[in-house]
């Protein structure tokens, strides 16, 4: 069965100072990594798709890595504008289009 | 361009009650996806819909169920309400390649049950 595991749970950071989320992933075959952002009332919103070890991709201030065990979604002077709930989520080879999510890291932002 | 819509965006219902919620998907899209996110359990995938069809689904009861229409709108139903059925719900459309991971997620419906 495939387990996503992100850490910290919650996270507060000062406006600037750098930092990195963890997903930790167990599946059979991974085809996508993927991060999203959530907002409080709203809905996931897509950030990045990575599909193998050592691939990266950027995006202002977020940069996610994927190795065979686990991605990083780093964060480089973070602004209050930041500050939400970020998902990680695997889908497997197998399992066509469904994806199985972590349960977030909320992160805080302080000015 | 337009989001995905999901209504009702709240809505209250006692146990053993039914509940219909609806999803219009972004135009051109032809997959919806449906999820329960609770607190304890994060998201968890219910089914998706590719052509009227259900190309997957999750591990739910069977009172847990969905459609979608010639117009790509899906709608999800849930039978004889339990309390641990309150929650929210997400509707997901993407363009339908079987393997995109790109979801685009609505607002959400959110779903009480007393």
């Known amino acids: 069965e495939d387990q996503v595991t992100q850490s910290p749970e919650a996270l507060r950071l000062q406006e600037g100072e750098s930092s990195s989320l963890n997903c930790s992933y167990t599946v059979s075959g991974l085809r996508g990594l993927f991060w999203y952002r959530q907002d409080p009332g709203k809905g996931p919103e897509f950030l990045f798709t990575?599909?193998?070890a050592g691939e990266e991709k950027e995006k202002e201030r977020l940069k996610a890595t994927l190795t065979k065990k686990e991605s990083f979604l780093h964060i480089t002077a973070p602004k209050p504008e930041d500050s939400a709930t970020y998902l990680c989520?695997?889908?497997?080879?197998?399992?066509?289009?469904?994806?199985?999510f972590g349960e977030g890291t909320q992160l805080t932002v302080n000015p | 361009k337009a989001g995905v819509t999901q209504t009702p965006r709240y809505l209250i219902k006692t146990r053993g009650q039914q509940v219909t919620l609806s999803c219009s998907p972004i135009?051109?899209?032809?997959?919806v996806s449906w999820y329960q996110q609770t607190p304890g359990q994060g998201l968890q995938f219910l089914f998706e819909y590719f052509s009227e069809t259900q190309r997957n689904k999750g591990n739910f009861p069977g009172r847990f169920s969905g459609r979608q229409f010639s117009n790509s709108r899906s709608e999800m139903n849930v039978s004889t309400l339990e309390l641990g059925d309150s929650a929210l719900y997400l509707c997901?459309?993407?363009?339908?390649?079987?393997?995109?991971?790109?979801?685009?997620f609505g607002e959400g419906s959110r779903l009480t049950v007393l």
């Open positions: 997901a459309s993407s363009w339908g390649g079987a393997n995109t991971g790109e979801l685009f």
């Open positions: 135009s051109g899209h032809r997959s």
């Open positions: 989520a695997v889908q497997e080879e197998t399992s066509g289009s469904r994806l199985t």
């Open positions: 990575l599909y193998s």
